[in-house]
């Protein structure tokens, strides 16, 4: 009988003792095309996206973020450089359909003997398709941050690398590559309460 009530009761502590997650207020999307034979990365992010949550808090983060949506405005793509600007969005975001990069994650799953970095799978739509993505995420200090790869060529968006290497011949020498590196960053607040004196 007292070893069913000392499990009660550390069953009791350890559900006390759950951190709670909260939504990010924002999401920073980069990117990272890259040029030449060399493979020159070109990054940078863009300052329109507009994230909508499925809950307001959780106490894991899978059940805080999966289903949640994110819709990215490909006007707001920042490269540090406005003539690159102009370029990626008339020759490369505008020869594909729709105005707009939709995605919402699926879920995130843990690796295994550990707890803060694991496997998202994101959903993305982008020219009219719809694809499963994988990235590697990790969650330390209060930020989530995952990381990916995407080939444009799985978004049926040769029209569109075709028109970017052509407005960029000289540029990227001729040679524009299909993947792109994909990333995403949200901070996320954690509350957790404090351990009562004398206990571990």
């Known amino acids: 009988m007292k070893k069913i009530a000392l499990s009660l009761i550390?069953?009791?502590g350890l559900a006390q003792a759950s951190c709670n997650f909260a939504q990010p207020t924002n999401v920073d999307?980069?990117?990272k095309a890259f040029k030449t034979p060399l493979k020159l990365g070109v990054g940078g992010h863009?300052?329109?996206v507009n994230y909508k949550s499925s809950v307001k808090s959780a106490t894991d983060l899978n059940t805080l973020v999966a289903g949640s949506t994110v819709n990215i405005e490909v006007a707001s793509v920042d490269s540090n450089n406005k003539g690159r600007d102009v370029k990626l969005l008339n020759d490369f975001f505008k020869q594909m359909a729709g105005p707009d990069i939709k995605a919402k994650i699926v879920s995130l799953k843990k690796d295994k003997d550990a707890?803060?970095?694991g496997i998202a799978t994101v959903l993305i739509t982008m020219n009219g398709v719809t694809k499963n993505?994988?990235?590697?995420y990790s969650f330390s200090n209060g930020k989530l941050s995952a990381n990916?790869?995407?080939?444009?060529f799985d978004f049926k968006a040769h029209k569109a690398l075709k028109a970017i290497n052509t407005a960029c011949?000289?540029?990227h020498q001729g040679k524009t590559w299909s993947d792109v590196n994909i990333g995403f960053t949200m901070e996320i607040?954690?509350?957790?309460p404090q351990p009562v004196k004398g206990h571990k």
């Not at 990916?148 to 444009?152: A, F, N, R, T």
């Open 10 to 12: 550390l069953a009791f």
């Open 29 to 31: 999307v980069t990117f």
């Open 46 to 48: 863009f300052t329109k």
């Open 115 to 117: 707890r803060k970095t």
């Open 133 to 136: 993505v994988p990235m590697k």
């Open 148 to 152: 990916g790869v995407i080939d444009l």
């Open 169 to 171: 011949y000289d540029l």
């Open 189 to 192: 607040k954690a509350s957790c």
